[in-house]
């Protein structure tokens, strides 16, 4: 990798457990003094001398000062996480402590570390492409089953291995097209044209594959939002109740108790789900405060990725029941439609009741009835059946705006095949989906986008 970054060549420092008092803390080390460093400060052992993926117990001391009894972790160059000579101290968890050895180190020649530059190292080094650096702060950030199993895929290879494997054989296309308009007085074709076609719907397929992926990949990085949406008294506020087990919103029997939006967050197979309890729909109220917070429902319904309408079995009737389903649907929103109260009306008088009218949860919030089966439908109408978790699955933006622009350039070299293009517009073709396959796996990259991607981690990663 030829980029080289300002201050590259410094050893960097910085604390890589969380800030604040623990059992233990690690200070890492990287850079070519990073050895050299801690051999001015460590007691007794010269690093330098021992072999790589060693450790070492000691004192470390300044001037005469004893910092702490640490343990040292030694990584050598190349075999290490950024490829530079590594060194790790584990020492007791005081932000006092940390602060000081940090400070001795800086002292010694290093400098503190900007956040992800390990990483950022890394990925110029080699030991990591684009996306699996990228997959480390998701890895980091990730709270949930399924957020952890995409990024740990992401980090061991997952889809960018895939894409480099794809881009390596247009590279052959290309310096095959390329050699032909060097002979172009001859008419000679080098590039088989029909192996190309097969190399265009073969990357076509995965890149199709991986944009629809990203939906669900944004549902498991950022969790699906659900608005409960019904009218005053529909049991919305027992119902967020019961799914989060715990009595976070006020409840009561007087209509329009809820005026302001209520949001939490519930786990559901590995999906995270951020609730929001609304005030309920009524078409007026003389109340102002009661319509801020309608208006507000509506707003919060149109922005939800679902929106549960729940209504009370024992009021709502069939026909206007309908009309608010179709309503929806017009709207474009993702809905389910939730009877509460069965307990009341009795679960067989209830479905009787609304048996013309399909995919009807009927529930007893209050009772906490059948909500294992809400909460099914809930997971089901974010998978679309259409998709497994073991799948690769985008969840960068970076990566799905990159994929689109792949995917209309393999449409753009077809249609140049099928029209028998001269080779050098279809060797501009070819290098706009290389650009952009390369832009994925950080093959192609610049110094922006990599301080961009890489701001977003935290120090000491
Ligand atoms: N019998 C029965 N009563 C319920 C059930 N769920 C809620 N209720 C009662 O219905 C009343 C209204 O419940 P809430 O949860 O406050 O209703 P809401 O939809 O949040 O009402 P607003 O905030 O006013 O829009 C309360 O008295 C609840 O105890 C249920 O499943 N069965
Ligand atoms: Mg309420």
Redesign the pocket.
């Known amino acids: 990798m030829s980029l080289k970054l300002s201050g590259w060549d410094d050893t960097i420092v910085a604390l890589a457990t969380p800030p604040g008092v623990g059992a233990l803390g690690i200070i890492r080390l990287s850079g070519e003094k990073a050895v050299d460093i801690i051999d001015q400060l460590f007691q007794k052992k010269e690093l330098k001398k021992e072999n790589t993926h060693t450790l070492h117990v000691g004192i470390l001391q300044i001037s005469g000062e004893i910092l702490d009894e640490v343990v040292v972790s030694l990584f050598k160059s190349p075999r290490s996480y950024t490829g530079e000579d590594v060194v790790e101290i584990s020492c007791h968890g005081s932000p006092f402590i940390h602060q000081k050895i940090i400070d001795a180190c800086i002292q010694k020649g290093a400098r503190l570390a900007k956040p992800g530059e390990f990483t950022q190292r890394a990925f110029l080094n080699g030991k990591l492409d684009l996306t699996q650096a990228e997959a480390v702060a998701d890895l980091i950030a990730s709270n949930t089953a399924a957020s952890h199993k995409t990024a740990l895929n992401n980090v061991r290879g997952g889809f960018s291995r895939t894409l480099h494997d794809l881009r390596e054989r247009f590279i052959k296309f290309s310096a095959l097209i390329e050699l032909e308009l060097d002979f172009s007085e001859e008419d000679v074709e080098f590039a088989e044209r029909s192996e190309l076609m097969n190399l265009i719907n073969e990357t076509k397929a995965v890149t199709n594959d991986l944009l629809n992926s990203f939906q669900l990949g944004n549902v498991i990085k950022n969790g699906v939002s659900v608005a409960i949406i019904?009218?005053?008294?529909?049991?919305?506020?027992?119902?967020l109740n019961t799914l989060i087990n715990e009595d976070r919103?006020?409840?009561?029997?007087?209509?329009?108790?809820?005026r302001d939006t209520i949001e939490e967050v519930i786990n559901i197979d590995g999906i995270l789900f951020r609730l929001i309890?609304t005030?309920?729909l009524r078409s007026k109220s003389t109340d102002t405060i009661e319509n801020v917070g309608i208006e507000k429902s509506l707003q919060k319904m149109k922005q939800a990725d679902v929106v549960i309408y729940?209504f009370d079995v024992t009021e709502m009737q069939e026909e206007e029941l309908r009309a608010i389903a179709t309503e929806l649907k017009e709207q474009n929103i993702n809905y389910l439609l939730v009877a509460?109260?069965?307990?009341?009306a009795g679960d067989v008088q209830a479905r009787e009741k609304f048996e013309v009218i399909e995919g009807i949860i009927f529930?007893?919030?209050?009772?906490n009835q059948h909500l294992e089966v809400l909460k099914e439908r809930m997971v089901d109408v974010v998978l679309h059946d259409k998709l497994q978790l073991e799948n690769e699955v985008v969840t960068n933006a970076r990566h799905f705006h990159a994929l689109s622009q792949v995917s209309k350039s393999l449409s753009d070299i077809a249609q140049g095949l099928e029209n028998k293009t001269s080779g050098d517009l279809l060797a501009l073709d070819i290098r706009r989906c290389l650009q952009y396959l390369g832009e994925i796996t950080g093959e192609v990259t610049n110094e922006d986008l990599l301080d961009y991607i890489f701001s977003k981690f935290c120090i000491g990663k």
């Not at 029997?253 to 809820?258: D, F, L, M």
């Open positions: 019904g009218k005053p008294n529909a049991g919305k506020s027992t119902l919103a006020i409840v009561s029997e007087i209509p329009g108790t809820t309890d005030a309920g729940l509460n109260k069965t307990d009341v529930i007893s919030a209050r009772n």
